[in-house]
């Protein structure tokens, strides 16, 4: 049950006018500034096969991007003080070449959204294992996952790795028959979890309830799913001490 210490519940999964969104990312504090919205973050799609001309590609369009970034926030300080985390959402098959086709821009970055478009697997989850820290990114996060094999072995490589899960509520994939039972327990051991709204138009930065309702109530679920274990444990613990006096 734990929460990135960098963006708690903020929006970090947004697209602008950069890749495949329809507003810009001035648009977007306009909107954060009316609805009284402090802290947002912006992922445009980088080295994205499916989206050539709509996406970051080039370590130019990236330093552009991240000027861009910077002066919105600047101007956001003016009357509520708002804070744009700076990121960019990459297709897993695109991580390797991150450096060599962006260049240095991808050290400025805070973080990541990393997109599969196959299910993600412990091996898959597993190529990620470092990259956080290659890179001094503050997150790496799996976008809008669908998960498949065993439970126990995603929440382990998930664990080692330090990457976070993000809970979309644009795509719900939380909500995907089957897929309920990996957030959970996801949830349930502190795999640090990651909010978006995969929004591709400023109106939707606040569409975040969806998300935040299932985390809400798989924390409570867990938080007795605990108490049980624990009442379990010391019942136990009282028969075996019963039995040997």
Known sequence: MTLTREFGTSNI???????????????????????KISRFGVSDHALHGLLPGSCITTPGVL????EELSRAEKS????????????????????ENLFGKLGDGVFHL????????DVW??????????FKEKFGLKVVSIAHP???????????????????VELNSGHRTFAIPG????????????????????????????????????YSKSCKAAAVDADADAVEAAAGGAVTRSNTS
């Open 13 to 35: 999964h947004n697209h602008t006018v950069f890749s495949d969104g329809r507003g810009t990312v001035q648009d977007y504090v306009l909107f954060a500034r009316e609805k």
């Open 63 to 66: 330093s552009e991007y991240l």
């Open 76 to 95: 956001g300080k003016k009357g509520l003080s708002i804070r744009i985390f700076k990121g960019l959402e990459v297709p897993l098959e695109s991580i």
């Open 110 to 117: 805070e973080y990541m959204l990393v997109e599969s478009y």
């Open 121 to 130: 697997n412990p091996r898959a989850i597993g190529i990620l294992d470092g």
């Open 146 to 164: 669908i998960f498949s094999g065993s439970v126990d072995e995603i929440v382990t490589v998930l664990a080692k790795c330090g990457i976070c």
């Open 179 to 214: 897929q309920g039972i990996y957030f959970k327990r996801i949830i349930r051991e502190g795999i640090p979890m990651t909010f978006g709204s995969d929004s591709h138009s400023f109106e939707r930065l606040d569409d975040l309830d969806a998300s935040l309702d299932f």
